[in-house]
């Protein structure tokens, strides 16, 4: 049907023989536009695209949308973080791959999406696919190997990061930025083993132009610094402080918790210890995050692999897992479902806890608070993390303090902006700043309070925006 022939009983025009035939001397042609549709139904991982009603509630929810808006966080049709999907199905990868990175996979549009569709999980599914396009001869390994997994055993890339045509994955063909990204936890060993030359190297001029123009980090901002002793070369020369526990339980050394800011870890340990937890800290590897982070399933999917390896064992013996930064739960919670098979992915799911949910719980539980810092009215500006408040956590974090004796004030806003390794990226500085101008803005200047954040990235965004120390919530009770 059209304009000129609606369904109607009026005449319909013949404009060859310039005259009106009978209403019922009609034809009907319905012609049904594919534009790659089905092709995206058959594909397993961009298929709930297709579920999308438009309603833009995902825009709404998304702090870098709402800052750029749609020409810049967009393609040739379609925008925001659903927009991906649709450009790599109806347009093609390329049409995407401008748009793709605007999404930090902080995941606030996942619970305000009302078919439910994992907006975040199908841009790492076209950041996965972009880095596999990418022209494998454009960019090379500065240093060969550093790379989270091992070649098989004729020297090629394992089976499972090979493309369908057998040809080498994304592995080998990552730009520059997002393989240091990525592959983190390598850098972070390699400098933790001498931190103050680490240190001294990557803030000196010749560092920063190395970071700068072989890396696109932002000179701008500043990286976190390795900390003299890790939280594990910590917890090895200190150990348990509990004798007779009521619990015992497993402290996920996350990376930047082992490595930059070991104190975050200190801080829960001997929280948990004010409360009778006995606290193991075993060498567990990088959660998959960063490289997830970058669209580097299979690498994701291998660390994931270890981190469940590497655990199982303590949760068979019946020990939780607390972990400090919400990414990596959020990880374990949420993203193993797709990386790992699926009674592998409850059994961390199930046995994984935020560490201020997991006092909560002790506390509700019979545990003494008082055993811990109190605040004595103390007011603290708190921004809970975006994946965080996915899981439904920040109310933990609020309740204990306030039990603690702290005065707590929270942030509306969604998002800090630095989203992990995006505010160091150097075409995505002035967004970070500009969505972290917003979450300055609701907090207001803090004057005679506290800051506190849960997440790593929130901690470095405030830090930059106050120029003033930040505190993680559990260095707020943890007794000295």
């Not at 596999?132 to 090629?156: C, H, I, K, M, S």
């Not at 930025?177 to 803030?203: C, D, R």
């Not at 811990?372 to 994946?387: F, I, K, N, P, R």
């Amino acid at each position: 049907m059209s304009l000129l022939t609606p369904p109607v009983e009026t005449p319909v025009p013949d404009f060859e023989a310039d005259e009106f035939r009978d209403a019922d001397d009609r034809e009907f042609h319905l012609v049904l536009l594919d534009n790659g549709r089905m092709a995206m139904r058959e594909d397993d991982q961009l298929r709930e695209t297709l579920y999308c009603i438009r309603c833009g509630a995902c825009s709404n929810s998304c702090s870098n949308f709402q800052t750029v808006g749609g020409h810049g966080f967009g393609g040739e049709t379609y925008t925001g973080g659903i927009g991906t999907g649709w450009e790599a199905g109806v347009h093609g990868l390329d049409s995407a791959r401008e748009m793709n990175d605007l999404c930090t996979g902080c995941s606030r549009c996942v619970p305000k999406c009302p078919v439910g569709i994992d907006i975040p999980w199908i841009n790492t599914v076209v950041r996965d696919r972009l880095n596999r396009d990418a022209d494998a001869g454009a960019y090379e390994f500065l240093v060969d190997g550093l790379v989270p997994g091992e070649r098989d055993d004729d020297g090629g890339m394992p089976e499972a990061d090979r493309d369908r045509d057998g040809q080498e994955g994304n592995r080998r063909r990552l730009d520059r930025q997002k393989w240091l990204f990525g592959n983190i936890e390598t850098v972070a060993k390699v400098g933790s083993l001498a931190p103050g030359v680490a240190n001294a190297v990557a803030g000196s001029r010749p560092g920063e132009w190395v970071l700068e123009t072989v890396f696109g980090v932002d000179p701008r901002r500043n990286l976190p610094e390795f900390a003299d002793e890790t939280l594990r070369e910590w917890y090895g020369s200190r150990g348990s402080r509990v004798r007779d526990p009521a619990r015992d339980v497993v402290l996920y050394p996350d990376l930047y918790t082992e490595y930059f800011r070991p104190e975050r870890g200190k801080a829960a340990v001997r929280a948990l210890e004010a409360l009778e937890v006995r606290v193991h800290v075993p060498p567990v590897p990088e959660s998959g995050r960063a490289p997830f982070s970058q669209g580097m399933i299979e690498s994701a999917r291998e660390q994931a692999e270890a981190v469940h390896g590497a655990l199982v064992t303590h949760i068979d013996g019946g020990r939780d897992v607390v972990v400090v930064e919400p990414s990596d739960l959020a990880m374990f919670q949420s993203d193993y479902e797709k990386l790992l098979p699926d009674a592998s992915a409850r059994r961390l799911a199930d046995n994984s806890y935020d560490v201020m949910e997991f006092v909560y719980g002790l506390v509700n539980n019979g545990a003494d608070i008082a055993h811990l810092s109190t605040g004595d009215e103390t007011s603290v500006a708190y921004h809970s993390h975006c994946q965080q408040r996915t899981l439904g956590l920040e109310k933990y974090t609020t309740a204990v303090l306030e039990d603690a004796g702290y005065e707590v004030r929270t942030s509306d806003v969604e998002c800090c902006g630095m989203a992990g390794s995006f505010g160091y990226k150097r075409e995505y500085f002035e967004v970070s700043e500009a969505v972290g101008q917003h979450l300055r803005d609701d907090l207001g200047d803090c004057e005679g309070e506290r800051l506190a954040a849960s997440g790593t990235s929130c901690q470095e965004q405030l830090r930059a925006l106050y120029d003033r120390p930040v505190s993680h919530p559990v260095e707020l009770i943890a007794p000295d």
